[in-house]
Protein backbone atom coordinates (compact mmCIF):
# COMPACT_ATOMS: atom_id res chain seq x y z
CA UNK A 1 0.00 0.00 0.00
CA UNK A 2 1.08 3.40 -1.09
CA UNK A 3 1.67 5.51 2.00
CA UNK A 4 1.13 8.86 0.27
CA UNK A 5 1.39 9.47 -3.21
CA UNK A 6 1.06 12.30 -5.83
CA UNK A 7 0.45 12.44 -9.24
CA UNK A 8 1.70 13.65 -11.63
CA UNK A 9 4.66 11.86 -11.48
CA UNK A 10 6.28 13.79 -14.46
CA UNK A 11 4.74 17.42 -15.57
CA UNK A 12 5.71 19.15 -18.91
CA UNK A 13 4.43 22.18 -19.59
CA UNK A 14 4.52 25.49 -21.67
CA UNK A 15 4.93 29.22 -19.92
CA UNK A 16 2.06 30.84 -18.43
CA UNK A 17 0.21 27.51 -18.60
CA UNK A 18 -2.15 26.25 -14.80
CA UNK A 19 -1.20 22.91 -13.38
CA UNK A 20 -2.42 21.12 -10.66
CA UNK A 21 -0.30 18.27 -8.49
CA UNK A 22 -2.61 15.92 -6.67
CA UNK A 23 -1.61 14.28 -3.42
CA UNK A 24 -3.38 11.78 -1.59
CA UNK A 25 -2.28 10.12 2.44
CA UNK A 26 -3.24 6.45 3.47
CA UNK A 27 -1.51 6.75 6.96
CA UNK A 28 -4.34 8.53 8.75
CA UNK A 29 -2.57 11.73 9.62
CA UNK A 30 -3.47 15.41 10.38
CA UNK A 31 -0.54 17.22 8.82
CA UNK A 32 0.59 17.62 5.16
CA UNK A 33 3.29 19.57 3.95
CA UNK A 34 4.60 21.00 0.35
CA UNK A 35 8.23 20.97 -0.37
CA UNK A 36 9.86 22.40 -3.54
CA UNK A 37 13.58 20.90 -4.05
CA UNK A 38 15.56 22.55 -6.89
CA UNK A 39 17.89 21.29 -9.03
CA UNK A 40 20.90 21.54 -6.20
CA UNK A 41 18.56 19.10 -3.78
CA UNK A 42 17.64 21.84 -1.77
CA UNK A 43 13.99 20.80 0.06
CA UNK A 44 12.13 23.85 0.92
CA UNK A 45 9.07 24.04 2.51
CA UNK A 46 6.14 25.81 1.19
CA UNK A 47 2.93 24.92 2.81
CA UNK A 48 1.96 22.95 5.99
CA UNK A 49 -1.82 22.06 6.52
CA UNK A 50 -3.00 20.52 10.09
CA UNK A 51 -6.65 19.20 9.96
CA UNK A 52 -7.49 20.90 6.54
CA UNK A 53 -5.90 24.31 7.15
CA UNK A 54 -2.96 26.27 6.45
CA UNK A 55 -0.73 26.40 9.80
CA UNK A 56 2.67 27.48 7.47
CA UNK A 57 2.76 28.85 3.87
CA UNK A 58 6.86 30.38 3.58
CA UNK A 59 7.00 33.11 1.36
CA UNK A 60 5.48 31.33 -1.67
CA UNK A 61 4.05 33.83 -4.69
CA UNK A 62 0.18 33.50 -4.50
CA UNK A 63 0.36 31.77 -7.95
CA UNK A 64 0.80 28.57 -5.72
CA UNK A 65 -2.72 27.55 -4.01
CA UNK A 66 -2.62 24.84 -1.59
CA UNK A 67 -6.43 22.84 -1.12
CA UNK A 68 -7.05 20.83 1.00
CA UNK A 69 -10.79 19.10 0.38
CA UNK A 70 -10.13 16.36 3.34
CA UNK A 71 -7.33 15.44 5.86
CA UNK A 72 -6.09 13.01 3.33
CA UNK A 73 -6.18 14.90 0.57
CA UNK A 74 -3.17 18.35 -0.49
CA UNK A 75 -3.11 20.11 -3.38
CA UNK A 76 -0.92 21.67 -5.18
CA UNK A 77 -2.26 24.23 -8.16
CA UNK A 78 -0.01 26.59 -9.82
CA UNK A 79 -0.93 29.32 -12.16
CA UNK A 80 0.65 31.17 -14.75
CA UNK A 81 3.95 28.95 -14.37
CA UNK A 82 7.21 30.28 -14.63
CA UNK A 83 10.54 28.99 -15.58
CA UNK A 84 11.33 29.10 -12.09
CA UNK A 85 8.90 26.75 -11.13
CA UNK A 86 10.70 23.74 -12.84
CA UNK A 87 11.68 21.70 -9.39
CA UNK A 88 10.51 18.61 -8.39
CA UNK A 89 7.25 18.68 -5.86
CA UNK A 90 7.29 16.45 -2.23
CA UNK A 91 4.26 15.93 -0.30
CA UNK A 92 4.56 14.98 2.69
CA UNK A 93 1.91 14.17 5.72
CA UNK A 94 2.78 13.34 9.37
CA UNK A 95 1.30 13.22 12.65
CA UNK A 96 0.70 16.88 14.17
CA UNK A 97 3.18 18.42 17.00
CA UNK A 98 2.76 17.40 20.16
CA UNK A 99 0.91 13.92 19.07
CA UNK A 100 2.32 10.65 21.11
CA UNK A 101 4.59 13.31 23.30
CA UNK A 102 6.50 14.67 20.61
CA UNK A 103 6.37 17.97 18.97
CA UNK A 104 8.77 16.45 15.83
CA UNK A 105 7.04 13.23 14.24
CA UNK A 106 8.32 11.91 11.37
CA UNK A 107 7.54 12.68 8.20
CA UNK A 108 6.42 10.49 5.29
CA UNK A 109 6.84 11.55 1.93
CA UNK A 110 5.64 10.92 -1.58
CA UNK A 111 7.71 10.26 -4.38
CA UNK A 112 7.66 13.46 -5.92
CA UNK A 113 6.20 15.19 -8.97
CA UNK A 114 9.05 16.44 -11.23
CA UNK A 115 7.72 19.95 -12.99
CA UNK A 116 9.20 21.20 -15.82
CA UNK A 117 8.14 24.64 -17.50
CA UNK A 118 9.37 25.27 -20.97
CA UNK B 1 16.78 30.27 13.98
CA UNK B 2 18.02 27.10 13.96
CA UNK B 3 20.33 25.90 10.76
CA UNK B 4 22.22 22.81 9.75
CA UNK B 5 24.97 22.43 7.63
CA UNK B 6 25.75 19.61 5.79
CA UNK B 7 29.71 20.04 4.70
CA UNK B 8 30.16 17.27 2.17
CA UNK B 9 28.51 17.78 -1.32
CA UNK B 10 29.31 14.91 -2.64
CA UNK B 11 30.99 11.57 -0.84
CA UNK B 12 32.68 8.66 -2.63
CA UNK B 13 33.50 4.98 -0.94
CA UNK B 14 34.11 1.55 -2.06
CA UNK B 15 31.63 -0.82 -1.59
CA UNK B 16 32.43 -2.62 2.41
CA UNK B 17 34.12 0.55 3.36
CA UNK B 18 33.04 2.13 6.49
CA UNK B 19 31.05 5.47 6.06
CA UNK B 20 30.72 9.11 8.32
CA UNK B 21 28.04 11.99 6.59
CA UNK B 22 29.02 15.12 8.66
CA UNK B 23 26.39 17.00 9.95
CA UNK B 24 26.77 20.15 12.19
CA UNK B 25 23.78 22.43 13.69
CA UNK B 26 23.32 25.79 15.57
CA UNK B 27 20.77 26.18 17.68
CA UNK B 28 20.90 27.53 21.79
CA UNK B 29 19.36 24.76 22.95
CA UNK B 30 19.08 20.79 22.64
CA UNK B 31 17.98 20.15 19.32
CA UNK B 32 15.46 17.56 17.42
CA UNK B 33 17.76 15.97 14.63
CA UNK B 34 16.97 13.85 12.01
CA UNK B 35 18.54 12.55 9.24
CA UNK B 36 17.16 11.42 5.76
CA UNK B 37 17.59 9.27 2.46
CA UNK B 38 16.57 9.74 -0.51
CA UNK B 39 17.20 6.92 -2.78
CA UNK B 40 16.99 7.99 -6.68
CA UNK B 41 13.90 9.35 -8.05
CA UNK B 42 12.02 8.66 -4.66
CA UNK B 43 11.03 10.63 -1.62
CA UNK B 44 12.74 10.93 1.50
CA UNK B 45 12.50 7.81 3.98
CA UNK B 46 13.44 8.61 8.02
CA UNK B 47 16.56 6.59 8.83
CA UNK B 48 16.99 7.94 12.38
CA UNK B 49 16.20 10.69 14.90
CA UNK B 50 17.54 11.97 17.92
CA UNK B 51 15.02 14.05 20.81
CA UNK B 52 17.26 12.66 24.35
CA UNK B 53 18.49 10.12 25.55
CA UNK B 54 20.76 7.91 24.51
CA UNK B 55 23.54 10.21 22.28
CA UNK B 56 24.12 7.02 20.04
CA UNK B 57 21.15 6.48 17.99
CA UNK B 58 20.68 3.45 16.50
CA UNK B 59 18.37 3.48 12.89
CA UNK B 60 17.11 1.22 10.07
CA UNK B 61 19.70 0.02 7.76
CA UNK B 62 22.13 -0.36 9.42
CA UNK B 63 23.17 3.35 10.11
CA UNK B 64 23.80 4.97 13.66
CA UNK B 65 24.17 8.56 14.50
CA UNK B 66 25.73 10.25 17.56
CA UNK B 67 24.86 13.05 18.99
CA UNK B 68 27.76 15.67 20.19
CA UNK B 69 26.39 18.49 22.06
CA UNK B 70 30.27 19.85 22.06
CA UNK B 71 30.55 19.73 18.61
CA UNK B 72 27.06 20.82 17.65
CA UNK B 73 26.86 17.70 15.53
CA UNK B 74 25.31 14.85 14.33
CA UNK B 75 27.57 12.56 11.87
CA UNK B 76 26.07 9.70 10.41
CA UNK B 77 27.88 6.42 10.35
CA UNK B 78 27.65 2.90 8.76
CA UNK B 79 30.44 0.11 9.27
CA UNK B 80 29.94 -1.19 5.61
CA UNK B 81 28.59 0.49 2.90
CA UNK B 82 26.66 -1.67 0.22
CA UNK B 83 26.09 -0.06 -3.18
CA UNK B 84 22.15 -0.16 -2.51
CA UNK B 85 23.10 2.78 -0.41
CA UNK B 86 24.05 5.04 -2.76
CA UNK B 87 21.28 7.89 -2.49
CA UNK B 88 21.17 11.64 -1.12
CA UNK B 89 21.11 11.92 2.64
CA UNK B 90 19.97 14.51 4.54
CA UNK B 91 19.98 16.14 7.74
CA UNK B 92 17.69 18.30 9.90
CA UNK B 93 16.98 20.23 12.78
CA UNK B 94 14.13 21.07 14.41
CA UNK B 95 13.22 23.70 17.18
CA UNK B 96 11.37 23.86 20.34
CA UNK B 97 8.53 26.33 19.44
CA UNK B 98 7.34 27.86 16.19
CA UNK B 99 5.92 26.12 13.80
CA UNK B 100 7.58 22.69 14.39
CA UNK B 101 8.97 21.98 10.92
CA UNK B 102 12.16 20.67 10.08
CA UNK B 103 15.04 22.55 8.66
CA UNK B 104 16.65 20.66 6.16
CA UNK B 105 20.78 20.39 5.20
CA UNK B 106 21.44 20.62 1.38
CA UNK B 107 22.04 17.18 1.48
CA UNK B 108 25.28 14.75 0.71
CA UNK B 109 25.31 12.80 -2.37
CA UNK B 110 26.85 9.19 -1.63
CA UNK B 111 28.46 7.30 -4.26
CA UNK B 112 29.40 4.02 -4.19
CA UNK B 113 32.20 2.26 -6.21
CA UNK B 114 32.04 -1.77 -6.67
Known amino acids: DTAVSQTPKYLVTQMGNDKSIKCEQNLGHDTMYWYKQDSKKFLKIMFS???????INETVPNRFSPKSPDKAHLNLHINSLELGDSAVYFC?????????????????FGPGTRLTVL | AQSVTQPDIHITVSEGASLELRCNYSYGATPYLFWYVQSPGQGLQLLLK??????LVQGIKGFEAEFKRSQSSFNLRKPSVHWSDAAEYFC????????????FGRGTSLIVHP
Open chain 1, 49 to 55: YNNKELI
Open chain 1, 92 to 108: ASSRPAGASGSFYNEQF
Open chain 2, 50 to 55: YFSGDT
Open chain 2, 92 to 103: AVGATGGSYIPT
